[in-house]
């Protein structure tokens, strides 16, 4: 079993900041990539960031320049910061890790249950 659970979020105002927390439990052999997704009403869901093991990070093109993703491998934690919020920045964010588990050995994608943050003008 390996569980996902995130913390943060919330209501933000425009220009203000974001951060978000995840960390990884369970039967966990190795984690591979990590990061954060969200789905905003009547949209798919989308990446907004993702860091690997190694620490290469990749971003979408509507966070970068003003968000910050990173890990902490002993703790199975990751973590995202935001500046400059806007209010298409509102969604659930979910964080996602890809996680070889120690049954198997095999990966498998995980998510968390979601976080709401809202982002008023």
């Known amino acids: 079993q390996v569980q996902l659970v995130e913390s943060g979020g919330g209501l933000v105002q425009a220009g203000g900041s974001l951060r978000l927390s995840c960390t990884a439990s369970?039967?966990?052999?190795?984690?591979?990539?990590m990061g954060w997704y969200r789905q905003a009403p009547g949209k798919q869901r989308e990446l907004v960031a993702v860091?690997?093991?190694?620490?290469?990070?990749n971003y979408a093109d509507s966070v970068k320049g003003r968000s910050a993703i990173s890990r902490d491998n002993a703790k199975n934690t990751v973590l995202l910061l935001m500046n400059s919020l806007k209010p298409e920045d509102t969604a659930v964010y979910y964080c996602?890790?890809?996680?070889?588990?120690?049954?198997?050995?095999?990966?498998?994608?995980?998510w968390g249950q979601g976080i709401q943050v809202t982002v008023s003008s």
């Open positions: 860091i690997a093991a190694g620490g290469s990070v």
């Open positions: 996602y890790a890809e996680i070889v588990v120690v049954t198997t050995r095999f990966a498998y994608d995980y």
């Open positions: 369970g039967s966990i052999f190795r984690i591979d990539a």
